[in-house]
Structure formats: structure tokens, C-alpha cells
């Protein structure tokens, strides 16, 4: 037999990067998806996760092949989703301590104070937590009541509570409330209330305290956690139920932060933002909040930062987002079964 050589076998290794790196950059388009427009955006949001793992499944298993092109093409392709994925952990090594002029901003949603009226819970424990340091300046509260208004006033006292009867966001403080209004959003869980509060002689700040449209996925989500997804079984269903949910909560949080941009325009003054996006920082709502805007946790946070304790893992849905002249000294979360959110506290300091 002729010793003629056999044909190399084709290398499809070019061929899978290419490919991959294609779906790779597809999932971080997540932030420039309109979900009015685009209603595979939910979809994006999905994957990115997936493929951020497969993607550092690639690296370790490249580098251990010695393929050193493909590690390097692999390593370049992640570090160019960075904006992205910035804003899922904090790596802040601030230890700043604020001053006594510095505000101390709050924002909970508190879940129509199930938790904390209840008589096998920590409610006791919640206000000398609210309280350490000192008492919040100003207290944005979601999911807000007639009756959690009554339990809270009996246990911490603030001159001011601003809201509209039967709206569940709620602004508490001491300071002098020069103007305030409402944004409905077409429900009455769901709007924003804000704000003009006079800080001093020199200074007024406007506070926006936001919950956006809920997601109603919380009860199909607990549902798929305890019983696993399987793909030939009702749950299935479920599964789409809550894209379903999320896809149109989304499209309707766009007209919401529409609302809110348009209202904040207007403003003559410095201006935090709180509350509830109740949306992931890779979306499209996040950026348009995000914009021109510090994030307190991107700013001085640690970690992930997550803020929603429900079935759904790692999700920081709670944010305050202040203007550029407005420094962010301190981040933290009140940790305790006070709600399926986390308390968020947040130390500013107005130039």
C-alpha cells in the first residue's frame, strides 16, 4: 500500500469562535433593546448570563489545552462586555465615614409591611437597624399602606410624610417640603411621588421615589424553584407565563421611565432618584436611569449587591441613582426578614 498521507481533518475550531462571538456580543445588546420595539429582548436578558459562564467555561478549558489563540480571542471577546459587566458586582474599597452634613437616604420596599406587622417576624428589630448611625433623612417607601403608615408612626417619627391616598409611594422626612406631586403610572401599585425638600437656607433637592411596573412573576418563579423546569411538563408553561409577564411588565416600565426623564427635565434642582425599578442592571431601563447618573451601589457598593430575596437568585432591583454633583459616600443594605426587598442605605453628600 502507497504510503500516501490521509486528509487532515477540517479544523472547525475558527469556524465555533466565530460563531460564538456572534452570540456572544447578540447578549450584550440587552441595554440598547427597547422592549416596546424589540420583544426578543427578554430573551437577551436571558442568555447573557449563559453565555458570560460558557464564556469563562472557554477560557479555563483553552488555557488547559495550550490553544493560546483561541484563549487570548476568548479573553477579549469577555472583556469586551466590561460596561456590562460592571454593573452586576462592586468591587468599591471605600471606607469613607460620613459627616454629620451628609444625607442619610433610605429606600425599601416594604411589601405592605407583611413582614414587619406580623407576629412571628423581626419587625421589632427593624427600626434600631433603620436607626443605626442615625435616623434616615429621607425615607423612600414602596408597597406603602394605611395600616404600615400606623405601625411606623407609633415607632419612629418624621414632620413630613408625603404621598397620595391610596398610592403606595411614600416619602418620609423632617425637612420642609417646598413642592410635591404624583406621576401616576396607570396604577395605583405602581407610580412615582416626588419631592422639593429644603435641605438648607442655600440648597433644595428633589427626591423621585419610583415602582415601576411589577413583574407578577414571583408566585410562578417560587413555583419553578421548588419544582424544578422540566421541559414536557406543565411547568413549561409556567416558564412562558413568566417571559410573558416580564416582556410586557417591560414595555410598560419604558413609558414609565418616559414619565419620569420627561418630569425630571423640568427640574430646577439637583435631583435623587430611589426606589423599585423592579428590572435587572443589564436592561434597558437600568441605562436610561443610568444615564448621566452615579449609581450608589456601582459607586460604593461591594459584591452583587442583591437587593430582592424572593426565588429569583442575585437580583438587584432596588436603586438610587443620583446626579453628577451629588457624591455617593456610602452604600449598604439592611440585611433581616423585613420583606422580600432589602432596605437600601445610601450616605450623599450635595455639593
Not at 112 to 120: A, E, K, R, V
Request: glycine share 6%; hydrophobic share 40%.
Amino acid at each position: 500500500m502507497s504510503g500516501k498521507n490521509k486528509p487532515k481533518a477540517s479544523n472547525k475550531t475558527p469556524w465555533f469562535i466565530l460563531v460564538w462571538t456572534l452570540v456572544t456580543l447578540l447578549s450584550y445588546t440587552g441595554p440598547l433593546l427597547n422592549p416596546q420595539l424589540f420583544g426578543f429582548a427578554i430573551a437577551v436578558l436571558l442568555i447573557y448570563p449563559l453565555v458570560l459562564i460558557a464564556n469563562l467555561f472557554f477560557l479555563i478549558f483553552y488555557s488547559y489545552r495550550a490553544k493560546i489563540k483561541s484563549t487570548v480571542w476568548v479573553l477579549f471577546i469577555v472583556l469586551a462586555g466590561y460596561p456590562i459587566h460592571s454593573k452586576l458586582i462592586a468591587v468599591s474599597t471605600s471606607i469613607a465615614v460620613p459627616e454629620k452634613t451628609d444625607l442619610k437616604v433610605v429606600t425599601f420596599n416594604a411589601n405592605y409591611g407583611l413582614s414587619l406587622m406580623g407576629d412571628d417576624t423581626d419587625g421589632e428589630d427593624f427600626i434600631p437597624l433603620l436607626n443605626e448611625t442615625r435616623k434616615p433623612d429621607i425615607w423612600l417607601l414602596q408597597e406603602h399602606t394605611p395600616e404600615l403608615e400606623k405601625w411606623l408612626t407609633n415607632r419612629i417619627e418624621f414632620e413630613n410624610r408625603v404621598h397620595r391616598e391610596n398610592y403606595r409611594t411614600a416619602i418620609y422626612t423632617d425637612y420642609e417640603v417646598v413642592r410635591s406631586g404624583l406621576i401616576p403610572f396607570g396604577n395605583l401599585e405602581n407610580s412615582c411621588i416626588w419631592a422639593d425638600l429644603k435641605i438648607d437656607d442655600q440648597q433644595i433637592v428633589r427626591v423621585y421615589n419610583i415602582h415601576l411596573q411589577s413583574n407578577r412573576v414571583t408566585d410562578h418563579s417560587r413555583k419553578l424553584a421548588e419544582d424544578g423546569l422540566d421541559w414536557r411538563s406543565p411547568d413549561f408553561q409556567t416558564f412562558l407565563t413568566i417571559l410573558r409577564n416580564y416582556n410586557s411588565a417591560s414595555a410598560k416600565r419604558v413609558g414609565q421611565v418616559d414619565q419620569l426623564l420627561e418630569h425630571l427635565r423640568q427640574s430646577p434642582y439637583p435631583a435623587v432618584i430611589g426606589g423599585d425599578i423592579n428590572d435587572v442592571p443589564i436592561s434597558y431601563i437600568y441605562r436610561r436611569l443610568a444615564r448621566g447618573r452615579t449609581d450608589s451601589f456601582i459607586q460604593s457598593g461591594r459584591g452583587f449587591g442583591t437587593t430582592y430575596m424572593g426565588a429569583i437568585p442575585l437580583l438587584r432591583i432596588d436603586c438610587v441613582f443620583v446626579e453628577k454633583e451629588i457624591k455617593v459616600i456610602r452604600h449598604d443594605l439592611i440585611s433581616g426578614r423585613f420583606s422580600d426587598h432589602k432596605p437600601l442605605v445610601v450616605w450623599l453628600r450635595l455639593p
